[in-house]
Protein backbone atom coordinates (compact mmCIF):
# COMPACT_ATOMS: atom_id res chain seq x y z
CA UNK A 1 0.00 0.00 0.00
CA UNK A 2 0.72 3.28 -0.77
CA UNK A 3 1.69 6.03 2.31
CA UNK A 4 -1.73 7.98 1.26
CA UNK A 5 -3.73 4.05 1.66
CA UNK A 6 -2.06 3.81 5.19
CA UNK A 7 -2.53 7.19 6.24
CA UNK A 8 -6.44 6.78 5.15
CA UNK A 9 -6.19 3.56 7.53
CA UNK A 10 -5.22 5.29 10.28
CA UNK A 11 -7.46 8.40 9.92
CA UNK A 12 -10.31 5.53 10.89
CA UNK A 13 -8.78 4.81 14.34
CA UNK A 14 -11.17 6.08 17.54
CA UNK A 15 -10.51 9.05 19.57
CA UNK A 16 -11.77 10.99 21.95
CA UNK A 17 -12.48 14.24 21.60
CA UNK A 18 -14.32 16.96 24.06
CA UNK A 19 -16.42 18.67 21.87
CA UNK A 20 -17.84 22.58 22.72
CA UNK A 21 -20.49 22.54 20.94
CA UNK A 22 -24.01 20.36 20.78
CA UNK A 23 -24.76 18.51 17.46
CA UNK A 24 -27.23 15.50 17.04
CA UNK A 25 -25.98 11.96 16.06
CA UNK A 26 -23.91 11.49 12.95
CA UNK A 27 -24.71 8.44 10.86
CA UNK A 28 -21.42 7.28 9.00
CA UNK A 29 -21.03 4.36 6.77
CA UNK A 30 -18.80 3.16 9.36
CA UNK A 31 -21.24 3.49 12.32
CA UNK A 32 -23.28 6.19 14.10
CA UNK A 33 -21.78 8.98 16.32
CA UNK A 34 -23.40 9.83 19.69
CA UNK A 35 -24.52 13.31 20.26
CA UNK A 36 -22.47 15.87 20.53
CA UNK A 37 -22.64 17.80 24.03
CA UNK A 38 -20.54 20.32 25.59
CA UNK A 39 -17.80 19.65 27.77
CA UNK A 40 -18.94 15.59 27.65
CA UNK A 41 -16.37 13.58 25.93
CA UNK A 42 -16.98 10.96 23.62
CA UNK A 43 -15.21 8.92 20.34
CA UNK A 44 -14.75 9.69 17.07
CA UNK A 45 -13.18 8.93 13.80
CA UNK A 46 -9.24 10.15 14.25
CA UNK A 47 -10.27 12.39 10.77
CA UNK A 48 -13.54 13.83 11.80
CA UNK A 49 -11.54 14.90 15.63
CA UNK A 50 -8.75 16.55 13.03
CA UNK A 51 -11.59 18.33 11.41
CA UNK A 52 -13.49 19.72 14.32
CA UNK A 53 -9.81 20.59 16.34
CA UNK A 54 -8.80 22.85 12.79
CA UNK A 55 -12.02 24.27 13.38
CA UNK A 56 -11.94 24.95 17.42
CA UNK A 57 -14.85 22.48 17.90
CA UNK A 58 -13.25 20.72 20.13
CA UNK A 59 -9.95 19.57 22.22
CA UNK A 60 -8.50 16.39 21.64
CA UNK A 61 -8.12 13.79 24.72
CA UNK A 62 -4.68 11.98 24.37
CA UNK A 63 -4.31 9.04 23.83
CA UNK A 64 -3.65 6.10 26.69
CA UNK A 65 -0.48 5.26 25.02
CA UNK A 66 1.04 8.56 24.46
CA UNK A 67 2.54 8.18 28.06
CA UNK A 68 5.95 9.28 28.61
CA UNK A 69 7.09 6.40 31.16
CA UNK A 70 4.96 4.00 28.69
CA UNK A 71 7.06 5.03 25.78
CA UNK A 72 10.26 4.94 27.44
CA UNK A 73 9.45 1.42 28.33
CA UNK A 74 8.66 0.66 24.93
CA UNK A 75 11.78 2.12 23.61
CA UNK A 76 14.25 0.40 25.81
CA UNK A 77 12.65 -2.64 25.19
CA UNK A 78 13.37 -2.58 21.69
CA UNK A 79 16.50 -1.69 21.73
CA UNK A 80 17.45 -4.50 24.26
CA UNK A 81 15.19 -7.47 22.58
CA UNK A 82 16.05 -8.76 18.78
CA UNK A 83 11.87 -9.47 18.28
CA UNK A 84 9.44 -6.46 18.01
CA UNK A 85 7.37 -5.65 20.87
CA UNK A 86 4.01 -5.09 20.68
CA UNK A 87 2.82 -1.40 20.18
CA UNK A 88 -0.08 -0.07 21.56
CA UNK A 89 -1.59 0.79 19.01
CA UNK A 90 -1.01 -0.65 14.81
CA UNK A 91 -1.16 3.44 13.20
CA UNK A 92 0.84 4.41 15.91
CA UNK A 93 2.73 7.11 13.57
CA UNK A 94 -0.27 7.97 11.45
CA UNK A 95 -1.86 8.75 14.99
CA UNK A 96 1.03 10.63 16.30
CA UNK A 97 1.51 12.98 13.10
CA UNK A 98 -2.08 13.82 13.13
CA UNK A 99 -2.53 15.02 16.16
CA UNK A 100 1.13 16.37 17.07
CA UNK A 101 0.62 18.25 14.22
CA UNK A 102 -3.08 19.14 14.47
CA UNK A 103 -3.03 20.07 18.15
CA UNK A 104 0.30 19.85 20.28
CA UNK A 105 -1.08 21.68 22.93
CA UNK A 106 -3.63 18.89 24.34
CA UNK A 107 -0.81 16.98 24.65
CA UNK A 108 0.85 17.33 28.13
CA UNK A 109 5.02 17.18 26.84
CA UNK A 110 4.10 16.69 23.19
CA UNK A 111 7.68 17.53 22.51
CA UNK A 112 9.18 14.63 24.33
CA UNK A 113 6.12 12.18 23.43
CA UNK A 114 6.90 12.95 19.88
CA UNK A 115 10.83 12.55 20.30
CA UNK A 116 9.99 9.05 21.76
CA UNK A 117 7.83 7.75 18.85
CA UNK A 118 10.42 8.73 16.26
CA UNK A 119 12.92 7.42 17.94
CA UNK A 120 10.78 4.03 18.81
CA UNK A 121 9.98 4.13 14.91
CA UNK A 122 13.90 4.20 13.89
CA UNK A 123 14.83 2.01 16.27
CA UNK A 124 11.96 -0.82 14.85
CA UNK A 125 12.75 0.15 11.25
CA UNK A 126 16.36 -0.44 11.96
CA UNK A 127 15.71 -3.76 13.61
CA UNK A 128 12.98 -4.36 10.28
CA UNK A 129 16.19 -3.93 7.89
CA UNK A 130 18.74 -6.19 9.64
CA UNK A 131 16.32 -8.80 9.69
CA UNK A 132 16.09 -8.47 6.13
CA UNK A 133 19.46 -8.47 5.58
CA UNK A 134 20.17 -10.90 8.11
CA UNK A 135 17.85 -13.47 6.03
CA UNK A 136 19.69 -12.27 2.79
CA UNK A 137 23.02 -13.38 4.05
CA UNK A 138 21.66 -16.65 5.02
CA UNK A 139 19.96 -16.77 1.82
CA UNK A 140 16.68 -17.85 2.95
CA UNK A 141 17.70 -20.81 5.04
CA UNK A 142 16.58 -18.69 8.09
CA UNK A 143 13.14 -17.72 9.24
CA UNK A 144 12.11 -13.91 9.62
CA UNK A 145 9.74 -13.61 12.54
CA UNK A 146 7.53 -10.24 11.41
CA UNK A 147 5.05 -10.55 14.34
CA UNK A 148 3.93 -7.34 15.93
CA UNK A 149 5.51 -5.68 13.00
CA UNK A 150 3.03 -2.57 11.64
CA UNK A 151 2.17 -1.62 7.82
CA UNK A 152 3.38 1.20 8.31
CA UNK A 153 7.09 -0.22 9.47
CA UNK A 154 6.79 -3.04 6.73
CA UNK A 155 6.21 -0.30 3.65
CA UNK A 156 9.91 1.16 5.05
CA UNK A 157 11.80 -2.12 3.58
CA UNK A 158 9.07 -2.27 0.50
CA UNK A 159 11.80 -1.35 -1.85
CA UNK A 160 14.14 -3.92 -0.60
CA UNK A 161 12.18 -6.56 0.31
CA UNK A 162 11.04 -7.29 -3.80
CA UNK A 163 14.91 -7.64 -4.57
CA UNK A 164 15.84 -9.88 -1.91
CA UNK A 165 13.55 -12.60 -2.79
CA UNK A 166 14.00 -12.08 -6.38
CA UNK A 167 17.92 -12.76 -5.32
CA UNK A 168 17.14 -15.58 -3.60
CA UNK A 169 14.68 -17.07 -5.85
CA UNK A 170 18.38 -16.79 -8.53
CA UNK A 171 20.43 -18.34 -5.73
CA UNK A 172 18.25 -21.44 -5.25
CA UNK A 173 17.46 -21.94 -9.13
CA UNK A 174 21.63 -21.82 -9.51
CA UNK A 175 21.69 -24.74 -7.11
CA UNK A 176 19.34 -26.60 -8.48
CA UNK A 177 21.16 -25.83 -11.80
CA UNK A 178 24.90 -26.93 -10.35
CA UNK A 179 22.91 -29.81 -8.42
CA UNK A 180 21.72 -31.36 -12.03
CA UNK A 181 25.06 -30.89 -13.76
CA UNK A 182 26.82 -32.62 -10.74
CA UNK A 183 24.54 -35.57 -11.17
CA UNK A 184 24.85 -35.65 -15.23
CA UNK A 185 28.93 -35.77 -14.76
CA UNK A 186 28.28 -38.33 -12.18
CA UNK A 187 26.26 -40.70 -14.11
CA UNK A 188 28.29 -39.74 -17.06
CA UNK A 189 31.52 -40.91 -15.45
CA UNK A 190 30.19 -44.16 -14.02
CA UNK A 191 28.72 -44.85 -17.51
CA UNK A 192 32.31 -44.25 -19.01
CA UNK A 193 33.44 -46.61 -16.09
CA UNK A 194 31.59 -49.36 -17.18
CA UNK A 195 31.88 -49.22 -20.71
CA UNK A 196 35.82 -49.19 -20.76
CA UNK A 197 36.23 -52.17 -18.23
CA UNK A 198 34.16 -54.36 -21.23
CA UNK A 199 36.45 -53.26 -24.08
CA UNK A 200 39.32 -54.55 -22.04
CA UNK A 201 41.61 -56.53 -24.45
CA UNK A 202 43.37 -59.99 -23.47
CA UNK A 203 46.61 -58.97 -23.83
Known amino acids: MEPAELEFIGENSPIGVIPNFNHDSIYLISGTIEPFRGGIPLYVPLWLAIHLRQQQKCRIVTPDWMEIDLLEDIKETEKRISTFTKMPSDNYMVEAKLILSTAPEDVPS ?10 IYDVRCAKLRTTVENFIKSEGSHTVNLENVTVLELHTIQPLLPHAMDFLARVEQTKKVVRSMNTTTQSFSMGGSSGSSGNTRPW
Open 110 to 119: SDVIKTLIKD
